[in-house]
């Protein structure tokens, strides 16, 4: 499968946990698997893939919340997640 594929997979992943149909651990764990199946892409991007995803969870959870400090906004979270997809290659025409 091309990159272009997975990545477009991937957007949409990110497009079923906005609506609520995903878990953020699912959306972890698919991105995962997708990550790996994708071509000239090293280990420092799949490393980044795996930050973004953690960090995804972890917004999630604290999500309004106030007790946690310096949590991120989970919107910001996937935000930045879909501009790291596009980055990669075969993902600038999804």
């Known amino acids: 499968m091309s990159n272009s594929n997975l990545i477009s ?4 992943v990110l497009d079923e946990y906005e609506a609520g149909n995903l878990s953020s651990e699912q959306v972890e764990r698919a991105l995962d698997f997708h990550m790996h199946g994708l071509e000239c892409v090293g280990l420092s991007a799949i490393d980044r893939s795996r930050d973004l995803a953690h960090r995804l969870v972890a917004s999630h959870l604290s999500d309004g919340v106030e007790e946690y400090i310096d949590t ?4 910001e979270v996937v935000s930045e997640m879909r501009l790291f997809l596009r980055s990669l290659p075969g993902g600038a025409g999804v």
């Open 9 to 12: 997979r991937m957007l949409r």
């Open 72 to 75: 991120e906004v989970t919107s």
